[in-house]
């Protein structure tokens, strides 16, 4: 059985930083395309960064370019998000999602629809 367990979040002031956590379980973590996305009151669900093994480099929203990194510890069986210079607009739910099986995301990393399992959320609030 597939499951994200989401660690991390909270709030901040603008300018902060934040590390969220996504253990994973019930399936082979490394050979698997994991994502982070986020949703704000009102609005879609958007991409913020994705990886997959196969990839040369992860994916990142523009918004989130040279603030947010994403890594994964293969040992752990956990993804991480490292947001820097945190922004309002930043405040948002945000869910890990995975696509097992699978090692490329081929341009698709960052689309909801890619991924099969996803976390439960955690709030980020960044307050000016």
């Known amino acids: 059985q597939v499951q994200l367990v989401q660690s991390g979040g909270g709030s901040v002031q603008a300018g902060g930083s934040l590390r969220l956590s996504c253990a994973a379980t019930g399936y082979t973590f490394s050979s698997s395309c994991m994502g982070w996305f986020r949703q704000a009151p009102g609005k879609e669900r958007e991409g913020v960064a994705g990886?997959?093994?196969?990839?040369?480099?992860?994916d990142y929203a523009d918004s989130v370019k040279g603030r947010f990194s994403i890594s994964r510890d293969n040992g752990k069986n956990t993804l991480y998000l490292q947001m820097n210079s945190l922004k309002p607009e930043d405040t948002a739910m945000y869910y890990c999602?995975?696509?097992?099986?699978?090692?490329?995301?081929?341009?698709?990393?960052?689309?909801?629809?890619?991924?099969?399992?996803w976390g439960q959320g955690t709030q980020v609030t960044v307050s000016s």
């Open positions: 999602a995975a696509r097992i099986w699978i090692t490329s995301a081929r341009g698709h990393g960052l689309r909801p629809s890619f991924y099969q399992f």
């Open positions: 990886m997959c093994p196969g990839d040369d480099s992860p």
